[in-house]
């Protein structure tokens, strides 16, 4: 099956989610991706690595910001000159907004937050988690062209492959494609992105107010994790919106969630269900929490999260 | 200005989820129904533009009869005029080909939505929209300002955000701090009642996906506790049990 996957890059770097969108393409079929704006060759070769034959890059300079409809344009031109039968993405929030346009384009049919290799045996079936992780749906997809967003760290690394070869793809793009002028962006530099983050540290209203956040900042230096907090935490203006965790907010699926100061509210714990393990640290034993935590510890965040830093910093000196 | 307002019929965000039928039907027992908490963003920010600029604003489900107490609810927070397609909605793209096709019939400066629904959380039906209208579309859109014929949009992207600038018409999916719910009062629950719900039937009912079965996620072990002086063991296992750190 011939298999095409969309690259995000961030500060140049191909990003975690879009190495695992190019593992489940070679886990399904043979995979050539296309990625879009300034990114060195060098890098783009690396998505061997991870099952990619070959990288088509559209270099277009135009392209460095992710705009929705010129990339619409891109991607459903290679999907077509590539001959592809299944369009992988990781889901983010710029996947998001890109592929259901694409879908329209192709007339391929589209499944988000998919969560495993798909069946094959009786049609194309894939699982597919809904309901803020509260369940999962098996969805056929009936189409010949299909889409697959995939689910954050529902896939393993595949590490073992060879630099794939790298073309340029150029497309013509129409200026009308260019209608919205972006005037300003900012970015937390840096710091490790929360929806790719391996390991998240996240503090809620028992923290009691901004100034307190350096306890969680220092674990999650320790960790090499990103930092998220309770929607309270973000609505007061504690922290910044996009690190507010949960239905409303972001939904993290790291190998280790640590929540401090968190009651567990099932809007809250809806973001954070499909995390492989999750730390608990309350000073109420009957906080909701508890009874979704691997791994839970009663006590004061401001005693115990200084003494856990010293702990782990020893044990991964 | 007219702004077209879509929501979706949920679950409540507290609701148990569970499954009817050999796992091939949401079990609706006992759940209370809301209008899509991103949505509800959407329609809040709309009502706001309404009032500061003049215009209507249109509310659209695509549902079947008992979404319409969800869509009454919209029109005592301030929508003017309701519609319902009258369909399951069964896949996005059947789902996004009945608002684009609503759409068309009226002259509307924003489309405004939620970033996902949180039922299926696809986030798909924005994008699917804009392309079927030819619009641009924009999502999570977090800021939305509006000045004669441009917007100024600020859009979430991961880590920040971005500042565009925009002409309308366009599609928007919404999500906070882009307004503050709104509750009904008394006054906009008394008056939904004789504003217009009209229902109309799909235009078309191409469908590109077939839902197969639903599935629980397999029950949470139970949970270790270790002593707050003894934070040397949950070190010890997080390295050597879990091997996540
Ligand atoms: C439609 C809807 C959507 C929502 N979406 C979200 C969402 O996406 N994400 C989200 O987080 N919430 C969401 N909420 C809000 C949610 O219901 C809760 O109100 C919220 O999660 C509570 O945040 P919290 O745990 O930080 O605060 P609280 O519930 O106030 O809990 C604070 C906790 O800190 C503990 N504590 C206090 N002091 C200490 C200390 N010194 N050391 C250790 N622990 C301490 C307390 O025991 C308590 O458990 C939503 C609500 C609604 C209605
Ligand atoms: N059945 C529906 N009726 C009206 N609007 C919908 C429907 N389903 C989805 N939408 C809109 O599309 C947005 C994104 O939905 P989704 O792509 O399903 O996550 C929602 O927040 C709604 O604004």
Known sequence: MSVLVFIETEDGKIKKSSREAISYGAAIGEVTAIALGSVSNEELASAGVNGATKVLHAADEKLNAGLIQPYTEVIAKAFESTGAEVLVTAKSSLADAVVGRVSVKLGAALASNVSELPKTDSGFVVKQSIYTGKAFVNTTLTTDKKILAIKKNAIELKTDGAAASVEAFDVALDDALFGAKITSSEKAEGDVLLPEADIVVSGGRGLKGPENWGIIEDLAKTLGAATGCSKPVSDMDWRPHHEHVGQTGVKVSPSLYIAVGISGAIQHLAGVNSSKYIVVINKDEEAPFFKAADYGIVGDAFEVLPKLNEALKKALA | ?245
């Open chain 2, 1 to 245: 200005m007219n702004i077209l307002v879509c929501i979706t019929h949920v679950p409540d965000t507290t609701s148990r989820i569970a499954f009817t039928e050999n796992n091939t039907k949401f079990d609706k027992n006992g759940v209370q129904f809301i209008i899509g908490p991103y949505d509800d963003y959407a329609l809040a920010r709309a009502v706001e533009l309404k009032e500061a600029n003049g215009g209507k604003v249109t509310v659209l489900n695509v549902g079947e009869a008992e979404t319409e107490p969800t869509l009454r609810k919209a029109l005592a927070i301030g929508a003017d005029e309701a519609i319902r397609v009258n369909a399951f909605p069964s896949d996005s793209y059947f789902v996004a080909k009945q608002i684009a096709d609503v759409a068309k019939q009226g002259e509307y400066d924003l489309i405004l939505m939620g970033r996902e629904s949180i039922d299926f959380n696809g986030g798909m039906v924005h994008g699917m929209v804009g392309e079927m209208l030819g619009l641009p579309s924009f999502s999570p859109v977090m800021v939305l300002e509006v000045e004669g014929n441009t917007a100024k949009i600020t859009r979430e992207i991961e880590g920040g955000k971005e500042k565009l600038e925009v002409n309308l018409p366009f599609v928007a999916g919404c999500q906070e701090p882009i307004a503050e719910w709104k509750i009904p009062n008394m006054r906009g629950i008394m008056s939904a009642r004789t504003k217009p719900l009209n229902v109309v039937e799909p235009t078309d009912n191409t469908k590109l996906t077939e839902i197969a079965q639903y599935e629980l996620p397999a029950p949470k072990g139970a949970v270790k506790m270790i002593d707050a002086d003894n934070v040397e063991e949950l070190v010890n296992l997080l390295k050597n049990e879990a091997k996540v750190i």
